[in-house]
């Protein structure tokens, strides 16, 4: 059990990293007029929420 929730934390880690680095990318963008439609920002938060909460419950449990 412990190490599934460790290896949850890990893909909700790499989540964050990968939609903190999408959302600098989407800073940098040329065109301003080009959005994406990938909430980033959210998404990272969730992920960082959800790595917390994962990490809480595998060093408790």
Same mark, same amino acid.
């Given at each position: 059990?412990?190490? &599934?929730?460790?290896? *949850?934390?890990?893909?909700? !880690?790499?989540?964050?990293?990968?939609?903190?680095?999408?959302? /600098?990318? &989407?800073?940098?963008? *040329?065109?301003?007029?080009? !959005?994406?439609?990938?909430?980033?920002?959210?998404?990272?938060? /969730?992920?960082?929420?959800?790595?917390?909460?994962?990490?809480? !419950?595998?060093?408790?449990?």
């Amino acid at each position: 059990m412990q190490a &599934r929730l460790w290896g *949850g934390v890990a893909v909700a !880690v790499t989540l964050a990293v990968v939609s903190g680095w999408a959302e /600098a990318r &989407r800073g940098r963008r *040329g065109d301003p007029d080009r !959005v994406g439609w990938v909430p980033w920002r959210t998404l990272q938060f /969730a992920a960082l929420l959800t790595a917390l909460l994962l990490t809480s !419950v595998a060093l408790n449990g």
